[in-house]
Nanobody
């Protein structure tokens, strides 16, 4: 069973930075895409950023220029560097991985809170 474990969330002031990490229990090379989603109370879960097996990246418009996703296949991790954080970035952040059969796996989430 594939497991994804997120870490790095916390409380930060607006304008600050956090780095989220997603540790994958199997080789990240087995997945077509790995991404970060977020969900705040009363809102739908939304894609924040994703990275393909080939290294192509995709970002939500709201985070472009502020967030950077990267993957380390040697360590089986995917990171999300978040800079210039805003209160509206406050949410639970989830790691998602989609394999070659389009099956998806989710982590338990890590909370990010940005104070104004």
């Amino acid at each position: 069973q594939v497991q994804l474990v997120e870490s790095g969330g916390g409380l930060v002031q607006a304008g600050g930075s956090l780095r989220l990490s997603c540790a994958v229990s199997t080789s990240t090379r087995l997945f077509n895409a790995i991404g970060w989603y977020r969900q705040s109370p009363g809102k739908q879960r939304e894609l924040v950023a994703s990275i393909s097996s080939g290294g192509s990246t995709n970002y939500a418009d709201s985070v472009k220029g502020r967030f950077t996703i990267s993957r380390d296949n040697a360590k089986n991790t995917v990171a999300l560097q978040m800079n210039s954080l805003k209160p509206e970035d406050t949410a639970a952040y989830y790691c998602n991985a989609r394999n070659l059969l389009s099956k998806e796996f989710w982590g338990q989430g890590t909370q990010v809170t940005v104070s104004s």
